[in-house]
C-alpha cells in the first residue's frame, strides 16, 4: 500500500466493533496493512449516535417488551426510517450468529428475547470500552462534544444519552472550517445531485460555511458535513480508509487526496 497511514471513516469503527464475517475481517486486515491508523472523534460521536445507538435501541426494546416477536414487530413499524431499520435488522442477524446454539423450537418468546438482550448487552459495553483502541491513535478531540458511555437505568435499559454535541455553544469546528473557503466549494461541488435528503443537507451545510461565515454553525449542520469531514481534516499524506467508498472517493478526489476501501 502507498501510504502507510490511515484516516479511519466511521463505517470502519462500525464494522470491527460491531459486526462479524467477512466485512469485519476485511476492515481488521486493512488496519493492519498501515504503520499509523488515525481514529478522529469525530467518527467516535457519528458511531454512538448511529449505528452504536441502533443496537441499544434494540436492546431497549426487547427489555420493554420481553418479547422478541414484539421487538421484530416494532422494527417493521420503522419502515418510514428505512436505514435505521435496515441497521437493526442487519444487527439482530449478526448477534444471532454468536447465540449459544439451542433447538430454537424449545425456547420460548421471553427466553429468546433475553438471550438477545444480553448478547446486545454484552456487545454494547464491550465495543464502548474498546473504540479507543480500534486504532493506533485516537486524534483532534472535540471541545463541544461529551464522550460519555451508555449507562444502565433503573428499569434495564440502557441509556446512551448525550448522543450529540452541547446545543447551546456554537460547534467548535466552525471557526477551523471556516479558513479554507476554496476546499468547502469543491466538496459542494464534488456532491451530486442526487436528490437524497444526506447529500441536499451536505450541500446545504458547506455553502452555509463558505457563502455565509457569520452566520451560526448549528449542531444540525455539523451532523450534516457527515462524509465532507474526512475529506476536509484528513492529513494529506494519509488514506481516507472507509468501507462507504462510493461517497468518500468524490470528495477525497476534489481536495487531492485518497480513499480506499478494505
Known amino acids: 500500500m502507498a501510504q502507510s497511514k490511515a484516516f479511519v471513516d466511521t463505517t470502519i469503527l462500525a464494522e470491527v466493533l460491531l459486526k462479524t ?17 488515525l481514529l478522529p472523534v469525530f467518527a467516535i460521536k457519528e458511531w454512538k449516535r448511529g449505528q452504536f445507538n441502533t443496537y441499544v435501541l434494540i436492546h431497549n426494546y426487547l427489555k420493554r417488551t420481553g418479547s422478541f416477536s414484539a421487538t421484530n414487530i416494532a422494527l417493521s413499524r420503522l ?10 435488522f442487519e444487527a439482530l442477524g449478526l448477534v444471532s450468529l454468536n447465540l449459544p446454539s439451542a433447538p430454537m423450537a424449545i425456547v420460548s418468546d421471553p427466553e429468546l428475547a433475553d438471550r438477545f438482550r444480553l448478547a446486545f448487552k ?14 493506533s491513535d485516537t486524534v483532534m478531540d472535540l471541545e463541544c462534544y461529551v464522550e ?16 450529540d454535541c452541547k446545543g447551546e455553544q456554537e460547534c467548535c469546528l466552525a471557526k477551523q ?15 451530486p445531485p442526487s436528490g437524497k435528503t444526506e447529500d441536499t443537507r451536505r450541500r446545504e451545510a458547506l455553502k452555509k460555511l463558505a457563502v455565509h ?15 465532507a469531514y474526512f475529506a476536509l481534516f484528513a492529513p494529506t499524506d494519509a488514506d481516507i480508509l472507509t468501507t462507504n467508498i462510493k461517497d468518500h472517493l468524490p470528495l477525497a478526489i476534489a481536495l487531492g487526496k485518497k480513499a480506499v476501501s478494505p
Open 79 to 88: 419502515f418510514m426510517r428505512r436505514r435505521l431499520q435496515s441497521t437493526a
Open 21 to 37: 464475517g467477512p466485512s469485519h475481517e476485511a476492515a481488521e486486515k486493512a488496519l493492519r496493512l498501515y504503520d499509523q491508523t
Open 122 to 135: 454484552t456487545l454494547i459495553y464491550s465495543s464502548w470500552e474498546s473504540r479507543r483502541s480500534v486504532t
Open 213 to 227: 461565515p457569520n452566520s451560526r454553525f448549528e449542531r444540525k449542520d455539523c451532523q450534516a458535513l457527515g462524509d
Open 148 to 163: 460519555s458511555g451508555p449507562r444502565d437505568q433503573i428499569n434495564g435499559e440502557i441509556d446512551n444519552r448525550p448522543r
Open 177 to 191: 472550517l471556516r479558513k479554507d473557503k476554496d476546499a468547502l466549494i469543491k466538496l459542494r461541488d464534488a456532491i
